[in-house]
Every structure is written in C-alpha cells, then in structure tokens.
C-alpha cells in the first residue's frame, strides 16, 4: 500500500564524540498521522526529532521531510513548515506570553501585522493561555508553559508537529487536556510525531508506533498490527477455586496453547467464539470459573514483548501474557546517555 | 551507549558537522532584526543588568569629569590646578598647540576634557557590550532556548547578526547617551573659560563615529564566538573579560592617538579597524551552529 510519508528517516546514523546517539535509524511518518516514537530515557527521540528539522545533520544515512533533505539549503523550507515543542518549554521567563508568540510570528514569517496578532490570540485560546499572555512567562506554572510552548507550535499553522514528552511535568488533569488537545489538531490534516516514554500517554493515541532504543528502531507500524504479529491467535485468561482443573481445557477443540500458574491458566485459542464452549465444557465437569478475561494487549504489552525479544537488559521486564488492569510503566531503562 | 568510531562513520560525522556550520540561504534582515530586537527587550527587563551597567556609564561619563572640571574651573584650587597644568607638558606638542584659554584653570580643563578623558568613551561602551554579548549564545543554551531557535527558521548568521546587533547596541546607545551629557558638562565648566562652548571637537566626532565602532565590532565579533563554544555564562564573561582586556588596553591607546595625532591619522586608525573587524566579523559567523545553540557541537 502506496502511503504518503511526511518523514522519511532512513539507515541515520549519529555520533557525539565517540557517543553513537542514533544508529541505523528508520522512521517513516505517514500524512495525517500520529507517529509516536516510543522508547525509554536515551533512546535517541530527541536526536531523531533534531535530525528531522536539520537542527543536527546525520554522519549516516538520510532524511527527507516533505521530500527535502532538511539538513541542506531546503533546511530553512522543512523549519518553517514544522511546529516544535521541545521536551523543555524553551520559553523566554523575561519576556511576556505575547511577545514569546510575537518573537515565534516573527521569525516563522507572519510579520507583525494585525492579522499576526490574531493569529497569537487565536492560537493562545486554543490551548486557554490567552488570559495571562500579558504576564510574564517566568512567573507561569509548568502547565501555562507547555500550554503557551503547544501554541507558539501551531501559530504559524505548520504541517508537521513535532512534539517532544509535550505532557512532561504536567498534572493528569491537563496532561489528558493536552492529549486531547493533539488528537484534535490532526482532524485538519497535520501530522504529528510525537516522544515519550509514558506508555499510556501513547496508548489510544498513536496511529502509528516507532519503538527506539540504544538509537535504533526496533519496531514501527500500527498498534495493531503490530499486536497480532505478537500475538497472532486470541488469548484469555480463566481462573478457577482449583487451578488444576483447568488443565482440561488442554483436551478442547480450538485450544491452541495452554500455560497454567497456580489458579489461573493462559490460553491461546483459535478464535474467541470458542470461549463459551469452553467455559460450559468446565461448568459440566464441575469446575468453578471465578473469572475469565479477554487479553487485548496494550502498548505496553507490545513494548515490553519486543524489549524481551530483543534480550533487553535493565530493569526488570514484565512477564508475557498481558495482565489487564496493570498500570502503565514509565520506561526507564537508558541506553545511550543524554536526556532523549 | 558507546561505539567506537570506524574512519568511515568519523569522516561523516567531521563532514556532517561541517554541514551543520554551513548556510547558503540568503541573510533575512528581518528576522535578524527580530533577534536583536527581543534580546533588547529581555535585556531592559534585566534590571539587575542596567542598573549597574547605567551607573558605569554615569560614572565615567558624569560624575568624575563633572566633579573634576568643576573643581577646577570653578573652586579654582590653586595647588590642584598647578599640578594637574604639569602634567600638560608631557603632552605632544600638537596636542599642547590645541590647547585653549588664557588662565591656567581654561588650559587645564580643556586638555583634561578633550585629550584625558577619551579613554572613557572606550572602557564604557566595550565594558557594556562584552558583558552582554558573553551571555548572549551561551545564554541561549543554558535556559533552553536554544532548542527553539535551533528548530526556528532563523539561519545561523542571522542568529549572529542579531545577537552582535544587540550587543552593540546597548554599549554604543550608553556611549552616545553619556557623550551628549559629558559634551554638556564640558561645554557648561570649560566653555566659560576658554571662550564659549567648544566640545565636541572634530577628532571626538572622528573618534565616536569612525574608531570606537569597529573596536565594538572587533571585541563583540570575539566575545560572541567565545560564547558560542564555553559551557557556561560564568565561563564566558571570564574568557571575554580575558580576551577584551587587551582590546580595551589597544582601544584606550589608539582613542589617545586618535585625539593627540594628525588629522589624516584618525582616519588611518579607523580604517585599518574597520577591515579587521570586517575581517573578524565575517570569520565570527561560523561560530554560531545550530549543533552549539542545542548544547550538542564536541567541544561544549
């Protein structure tokens, strides 16, 4: 299938010094879509996001977005038409909210005339930070910041977002806000990239997931797609008062694959249709079902899958099998050092 | 996680740093302007940084010639006026047959307001401006900012013009401001006793509007590239304090030559600034890259 790609990173590779923050690099963004780049603190997002504006020029490999190559004279060209939020505000605290945004107008191109200045309030009160834009930005919580950073980002209406951890430091409350807030600006066709090591940031969000660490990609594509790679047959978990009866299901039709651990047992089925049947077959022998869970795995039990298959050391990997309700981990594991 | 370099991936990254240094896009004099029109507006909301950088100006420009001249024009003490006329013989002799007025006080705040206090209208304006050009890039770096000017449309040398525009800025206005007050305090104690208002005189203008700027260019021009490749502010006002020193030391020489020599040699001294900061300004613009606004260039 022919997909139009914004960002098209291919075998970057980049060193500092004799550091190699990205190594070997893919990442293809798709028009329209929200690409999230997944990966622990050192993965290498923030180099990837640098190398996509031509802020940093790749040792290996290319980059084209739009179909230019942003680390050249085109580079100015791919800027302009790409709105970044850094994983710090990079705010200017002396100055005002208005003259943070007039400072972005200006250098974007929108001038100084009257229609800049209601392109500023237009952009403030999307993101609600248009009351205190007369304020100085010194004296704004860490949410007003990344509000006010979120609409210098879209003031000169640019195709590509590109948007680094943009909830890092922010309470629940507006950190579901600013989710939202992105999910929105793609209905009119942007494109957004955004990082994060917050697995449940990224989860109902991302259209598409790029997992990165040590500097490489270790997987790209759509959730789930990408989950039935993993997970290509249904998986359900039943518990009963006698675990050990459980060890029948292993003699039904349709049971592809059964593990079993104390009271509950994993099983892998040919289609979901069959659960019924199995659950009578236990009732009929006698067998007390206590629960029986579907597995729809998450983000981050695909994360956490494709870390175990690539051997991943570091802090401890949860094991297989997706228990729902497990609450969603913050990756921590470094790779190459810096803040990525 | 580190890797040792092949030969192959070194070359590219030596040439990918060269790339980063490199911008042919033609120079936006809009957003340069933009640059240093906000790096002024941050710096008047730095009141801990005008304050005493106006009390410099006051100082030098004000207060020591107002109570100096007045002191001897008008209090007319006769053992300070003596000493200080003995000095004026050590004056070259083209400076001494400039001299003006019949009485002693008249010669003596004369020479002392066009020849001896020139100096002033060098520290002043390169102390100012290398204190606010040091932080300027660094700064940048240091408070985050970088990061968006890094990912802006901004190109390097704009970046820099804007940056040195507004270095040069806030030293030469403090300069232009205490040049127009000193005339004024010279014009006010001196004039009376050498027969009316006299200051500026033409190798003052010579010196304020054809000399003193290309020395600002010269020690910005060295000051931004050090602020371009230190790691911290601190740093960079120690390094630029280092590398001014100096410069202020030829500027003080060449502002006193200016006033005492011929009047073709002002103009010599000046143009011969003007190509080295030509010179020092255009090899200057390299310093700023993206790499080094972001923190990331080797070195830093």
Redesign the interface.
Known sequence: MDRELIVDVAGVSRWFGDVQALTNLTIEVPKGSITVLLGPNGAGKTTAIRMITGALAPDEGTARVFGLDPATADGEDVRRRCGVVSAKPSLYDRLSGWDNLRYAAELYGLGRRDAANDRIREAAQVFGIDAALDHQVGGYSTGMKTRLALARSILHDPELLLLDEPTSGLDPESAVAVLELIRDMTGDGRTVLMCTHLLLEAEGLADEVVVMQHGTSLLSGQPGELSKRYWPTPVVHISATNGADLDLLGQEAGVEALERANDSARLEVDTLDRVPELLASLTNRGVRVTSVVPFNPTLEDLYFAVRREQGSSGDEIPPPGGSTGRPSRELTTSGAPGRN | ?????TPK??H??D???K??AR???PMNW??TL??AR?DL??LI??KDFWVPMTLLGSFFFVIIPAILLFTITKIGDVEVVARVSETLEVLPESAQSQLRGESPEGQTGYALAVFLFAPVAVIVPLTISTAVGAATIVGERE??????L??????AREIYMGKLIASLIPGYVTTAVGFGLYSIIVNVTVGPEVGGWFFPTAQWWIMILWVLPPFLAICLSLVLRLSARVKSTAAAQQASGLVSLPLIMIAYSQATGVLFGAGWVPLVLGGVAWMIAIFSLSRGVRSVT??R??G?A?GI
């Open positions: 996680m580190a890797k040792t370099r991936a070194r590219a990254h040439s990918g740093r790339r980063d911008e042919t896009a809009g957003r933009t640059v906000t507006k941050q909301q730095a408070r985050g900012t970088g990061e968006f890094a990912h802006s449309p901004a190109g993206r790499s606004l972001l990331v080797s």
